[in-house]
Structure formats: structure tokens, C-alpha cells
């Protein structure tokens, strides 16, 4: 069992920043593929990013967030981080992370892939 515990939403001006943290229970944190997803009002929940650790290191983001936004992971300190630059207000939405067992080789950016789920961040950018 996992547990996740974000934090870091808030509102901030289009073009600010934010980062993101979860903070992941358990003894085997490295096993885990790493994803942060998002919900807007109204619309389906889709993938942000996720980083891949066992194995080598792998990072993927959505086309919408590449060159925004970066993902990096301390796996010391059982955290994963969403660092949001440039934020625009189609970025508005609450932020989840979410916790899979696997490698590279079983990377999948569907939610519905994921095992484990924090209870999600606000994050609200004004125009």
C-alpha cells in the first residue's frame, strides 16, 4: 500500500510558476512510475507527466506541458516534484499524483493505469 500526499497548489498569475509535491509512504518508492495528472472542471482527467526510476530514469510529459513543465524526483526523501513554469490559465485544474508499479517497459500515460492516487492540488492561474 501507498500513500500520497500533495501539496504546493495555490493561484498564481499567467506566467508565474509553482512547484508541486508528493510525498509517497512505503520502503520501495524507486519501483514506482511517478505520474501527475490533472482534472479541469467539466473535462476527462489526462496525464501531465510521470518519471520512471527503476531501470534508469525516464521522464515523459503531455505535448501541452513539454518545455513548461518539469518533473524530478528525490527518492531519498520519497518525493516526486512537478515544477510549472509559464503557467497559463488552461492550466487551471486540480493536480493529482499517482503511483504505478513498473519500469519503462511498462509505462502507460492512461489514469485508469495507476494503482495508487493523492488526494489532489488546486491550482488556479489567472489571466
Known amino acids: 500500500q501507498v500513500q500520497l500526499v500533495e501539496s504546493g497548489g495555490g493561484l498564481v498569475q499567467a506566467g508565474g510558476s509553482l512547484r508541486l509535491s508528493c510525498a509517497a509512504s512505503?520502503?520501495?518508492?524507486?519501483?514506482?512510475?511517478m505520474g501527475w495528472f490533472r482534472q479541469a472542471p467539466g473535462k476527462e482527467r489526462e496525464f501531465v507527466g510521470a518519471?520512471?526510476?527503476?531501470?534508469?530514469?525516464?521522464?515523459y510529459y503531455a505535448d501541452s506541458v513539454k518545455g513548461r513543465f518539469t518533473i524530478s524526483r528525490d527518492n531519498a526523501k520519497n518525493t516526486v516534484y512537478l515544477q510549472m513554469n509559464s503557467l497559463k490559465p488552461e492550466d487551471t485544474a486540480v493536480y493529482y499524483c499517482a503511483a504505478k508499479w513498473g519500469n519503462s517497459r511498462t509505462f502507460n500515460p492512461r489514469w485508469n493505469e495507476y494503482d495508487y492516487w493523492g488526494q489532489g492540488t488546486q491550482v488556479t492561474v489567472s489571466s
Open positions: 518519471n520512471s526510476w527503476s531501470g534508469g530514469s525516464t521522464t
Open positions: 512505503g520502503r520501495t518508492f524507486s519501483r514506482y512510475i
